[in-house]
């Protein structure tokens, strides 16, 4: 469980935590990230918040789901750029 700061929502410091993991390579490019429910017990918050926050990095182009295979880093150099079906390799 992660120790919460009163002056920014949990879902903004999720998010960032895990932003932060991809940008310095503790999860790696192409490579899935933790399930929705590791998540969850690892943070100690809702399904909803996990969600939202994989949401949010997957909009910034952090993350890319892929139906039945799971959820995976996008590489930097891919980021932003419209993603084929690269991933994962």
């Given at each position: ?22 940008e310095n390579g ?37 993350l890319r789901a ?6 995976f880093v996008v ?15």
């Amino acid at each position: 469980m992660i120790e919460w700061a009163p002056d920014e929502t949990v879902w903004q410091q999720m998010y960032d935590i895990l932003r932060e993991r991809i940008e310095n390579g503790a999860y790696k490019p192409r490579m899935p990230l933790p399930s929705i429910t590791h998540l969850e017990q690892e943070f100690g918050v809702a399904r909803g918040t996990v969600r939202k926050v994989l949401g949010k990095l997957k909009d910034d182009g952090y993350l890319r789901a892929i139906p039945g295979k799971g959820t995976f880093v996008v590489p930097r150099q891919e980021r932003g750029r419209g993603l084929g079906d690269d991933l994962p390799h």
